[in-house]
Nanobody
Framework: AQIVESGGGLVQPGETLRLSCVASGFSVDDYAVGWFRQAPLQQREGIACMSSNDTGRAKSYYADSVKGRLTISRDTAKNTVYLEMRNVEPEDTANYIC????????????????????WGQGTRVTVSP
């Protein structure tokens, strides 16, 4: 089982970016899935996550620092989780990493310590004029 991210690249400030997280070997519906990012010399931070859909009512959570500019969504048919980032800023430059955990509940999915099952390698985003 694995996670593969894509969609990163060089973007200009103010643009909208959509990142993809494709899972294989497990169903994203059954797992809490989160997006994390790590800038050079910075700690990894959780920015958006979505609870599992086992009750049919998945919830989304966002870090306060980026709330309002992000939307996380899940496409069960494609076994993919997306992250849309609007109005990107140079400060958004980082490696964006998708991760999943079977047992993470609620807002804990924003925290690296709660994600223990699968981590991707990330997709790099550079925001520059």
């Amino acid at each position: 089982a694995q996670i593969v991210e894509s969609g990163g690249g060089l973007v200009q400030p103010g643009e909208t970016l959509r990142l993809s997280c494709v899972a294989s070997g497990f169903s994203v519906d059954d797992y809490a899935v989160g997006w994390f990012r790590q800038a050079p010399l910075q700690q990894r931070e959780g920015i958006a996550c979505m609870s599992s859909n086992d009750t049919g009512r998945a919830k989304s959570y966002y870090a306060d620092s980026v709330k309002g500019r992000l939307t996380i969504s899940r496409d069960t048919a494609k076994n993919t989780v997306y992250l849309e980032m609007r109005n990107v800023e140079p400060e958004d430059t980082a490696n964006y990493i998708c991760a999943a955990d079977l047992d993470a509940e609620g807002r804990t999915c924003l925290h690296t310590w709660a994600i223990n099952d699968y981590w991707g390698q990330g997709t790099r985003v550079t925001v520059s004029p």
